[in-house]
């Protein structure tokens, strides 16, 4: 059987052991490629082991790119992320709905950069006015999206990181 194609005929995006992050979900390792029926449909399947909760998800090979799961960012940028966070917030939309709904599409699109002031803008909002429920649970949520990235990035456990992170925001 050839795992190289996608149902769709396209080349898969990832290999085994590739890196990855999946917006919501957090950084992965891709630990299989498996073909599975459903619905009378053949189908691939990334079989990926989330780093928070050692939770395995199956994503459709054909539905990366839907999902906007990519590579985890390279080691790098680690400078780019951490000069984020340590530097000024920026402004936030003062309607809470609003709000939640800008960092909500910010959390689903996944991008490093913006979960990382995210993170950086609600945590000084918590210190400071203290935030909703909601926001607080957001910002919990938030914050083990970025962690979770920059451990598998830097190859050092979640607490270790996450005191890092948190201690870099002024």
Not at 31 to 51: P, Q
Not at 121 to 149: C, F, I, W
Request: with cysteine; proline share 2%.
């Amino acid at each position: 059987m050839d795992l190289s194609k996608n149902p769709i005929g396209g080349e898969i995006m990832f290999n085994i052991g590739d890196m990855i992050y999946y917006p919501r979900h957090g950084a992965g390792i891709i630990e299989g490629i498996e073909e599975k029926e459903v619905l009378g449909e053949k189908c691939k399947y990334y079989v990926i082991r989330i780093a928070l909760g050692d939770m395995k998800v199956m994503v459709p090979i054909s539905k990366t790119e839907f999902h906007g799961i990519r590579n985890i960012t390279s080691r790098d940028r680690i400078d780019d992320i951490y000069n984020i966070l340590s530097g000024e917030t920026s402004c936030m939309c003062k309607s809470w709905s609003k709000r939640y709904r800008e960092n909500e599409a910010i959390i689903r699109r996944g991008d490093v950069f913006e979960i990382s002031e995210l993170v950086k803008n609600l945590t000084v909002a918590d210190r400071g006015k203290k935030l909703s429920t909601g926001e607080k649970r957001m910002l919990e949520n938030v914050r083990q999206l970025l962690v979770s990235e920059l451990m598998l990035m830097l190859d050092e456990p979640y607490e270790k990181i996450e005191k890092k992170v948190l201690g870099i925001i002024k």
